[in-house]
């Protein structure tokens, strides 16, 4: 990955501090998205394997991009803004994670390594192996300083809360604003959109609108719904809302609940998936639309309408594409010259990505070489926060993941919960709009 030469200044030029190395940062930026631009893909390593990793998902969905930030340990680099001169520690690495003596473990137990029956029954070994495992377990250090005390907790109450501000929530908050009916609707991100914003432009999808164009306070930005409770004064949202002051949790009463939260960036099984240089699709796009960062050769696997417009997103911004596997095909009439139906996937590198090989349908093995291997896939419904509001979950065969049943407007079982856009029906963000706004039509009879 690399800042493209074309690249609009997105913000002041500054620099941060990785294990006693500036690395050049844009300010506000995801401090991930700084550290590969700068040839920094190694992040930290995995818990037991001590295998290297790198950002895939930029959506704080995986654990892959976990550092040491200005002491504080496990914290999201995908999602946190870069400052001048924040310090930076890569984890679960001795001495270095580019030099990593525990890595040794990947070559001693190529098979696999069971931790928890390794010396059982064998006297004094399994006393040892015991300890040993207590000592290597955990992700990253303990703070060595007491972290700033949260804000003073608030409590809130309105008719209708929405969790997430991409396609599906932003249609439902007009619809309701359009009718006069007090709301708030929770984003995680510091931008609205969602994919509409940074993912691969799609025909007929809806504007972004301002924050300007709903009513004044009733959209809150960096607010991570943790979870959807029960208490004697009745349900709630429970809201970590990142304010300039500090953090601060909001518990949040509402009589309808309409989750838009949209899915989880999945990835592909094939050998090596998880080197650093594998990005999820939605992740490649959002740096490149949001950040003007890409990688220099890229190939792309998965299937669905996504993985072809990201292809011809990249190659209109001078990436140079290496290989298209599609999974399952048929290919689109506008498929990229490169592009073929195919299989056998493996990624090549020590440190990250060199290459991928595959299969084509009908043809012999082949082996490009890459800086990034881009993995496009439609995403898995983010159905948690549905299923402990008490909607039903079930697992979709065709589809193979799990999702919320609900009917055409939304509705689950239960009454006062309702899901619009990918987290209900994987589809196109025009898809997602439209379910938002059916949903909100619904959740309005018998609201008083």
Known sequence: MRRLPDATPRGRAITVDLEGESIPAIEGEPVACSLIAAGENVLSRSVKYHRPRGPFCFAAACSHCLMRVDGLPNVYTCRTPAKEGMRLERQNAYPSAKVD??????WFFPKRLDHHEMFAGVPVAEDVMARVARQLAGLGLLPQEPGP??????????PVAIVGGGAAGLEAARVLAGKGVPFLLFERDATLGGRLAHGAPEDGAPFVPEPTAFPQGSVVRRATVIGLYDDEHGRYLAV???EPEGVRLLKVYAKRFLLAVGGHPPTLPFENNDLPGVYAGRAASLLLRRHDVAPEVAALVGHGPELHALVHLLAQRGVEIAAVVDLKGPLPA???PKACVGDGLKAHGLRGVGALSFTPQGGRKQKVSCDAII????????????????????????????????DADGRTQSPDVFVAGDVAHAGTAKDAAAMGQRAAQALLGGLS
Do not use: C, M, W, Y
Request: aromatic fraction near 8%; avoid cysteine.
């Open 101 to 106: 003596i525990f890595e040794t473990i990947d």
């Open 149 to 158: 005390p949260p804000l003073p907790p608030r409590t809130l109450h309105v």
């Open 240 to 242: 970590v809302s990142q």
């Open 334 to 336: 506008n498929a990229h």
């Open 375 to 406: 993995v496009s896939v439609p995403v898995t419904p983010g159905f948690e926060l549905a299923r402990q509001g008490g909607a039903k979950v079930a697992f979709d065969e065709g589809a193979g993941h799990f999702r919320v049943e609900a």
